[in-house]
């Protein structure tokens, strides 16, 4: 039997073991966040405010939504050009936020409504990943018996 949970109330270990799963989807999405600058990795954060709230994970830039967007497309609208969706871009300088300057060779770029998933659902991914191993989080966080305080409700 295990007495780890003794001194504890059932509703404490519930909320422990809440915010210990959302610690794991946090670090999860950090390893798969997309950086290009490391402003919307820099951004996020995990707390614990209490009350009615075990844990909230905030991405805190004006693009992370749409960064982890993976359903729906930007618009219902349908391609309206003519021809292909795509167009000629010329050679030109690009400098990255660092102050690197590069030459960009002539390509094709596509143009038109964002198709849906486009996204690359780092956040989203990460939940999903940590919820299909939740039995193996359980059986960690719930052995078969366990000692308690009190319910606490």
């Given at each position: ?56 994970i905030k991405y805190d830039t004006p693009y992370a939504s749409m960064i982890n967007q993976t359903q729906g497309a930007s618009s219902g609208k349908q391609w309206g050009g003519v021809g292909d969706k795509t167009m000629e871009v010329s050679s ?62």
């Amino acid at each position: 039997m295990d007495e780890r949970f003794k001194s504890m109330t059932f509703r404490d270990v519930l909320v422990q073991s809440l915010q210990n799963f959302a610690t794991r989807i946090y670090f999860e999405s950090q390893k798969t966040v997309p950086v290009k600058t490391g402003r919307l990795k820099g951004s996020g954060s995990l707390k614990y405010p209490g009350g009615d709230k075990v844990a909230v994970i905030k991405y805190d830039t004006p693009y992370a939504s749409m960064i982890n967007q993976t359903q729906g497309a930007s618009s219902g609208k349908q391609w309206g050009g003519v021809g292909d969706k795509t167009m000629e871009v010329s050679s030109h300088k690009r400098t990255y936020p660092s102050g690197k300057t590069v030459t960009v060779r002539k390509h094709t770029k596509n143009v038109g409504p964002r198709p849906a998933g486009r996204g690359n659902g780092f956040l989203t991914n990460a939940a999903k990943n940590q919820s299909k191993s939740w039995a193996k989080i359980t059986a960690q966080e719930f052995p078969d018996k366990f000692i308690v305080k009190s319910l606490g409700f």
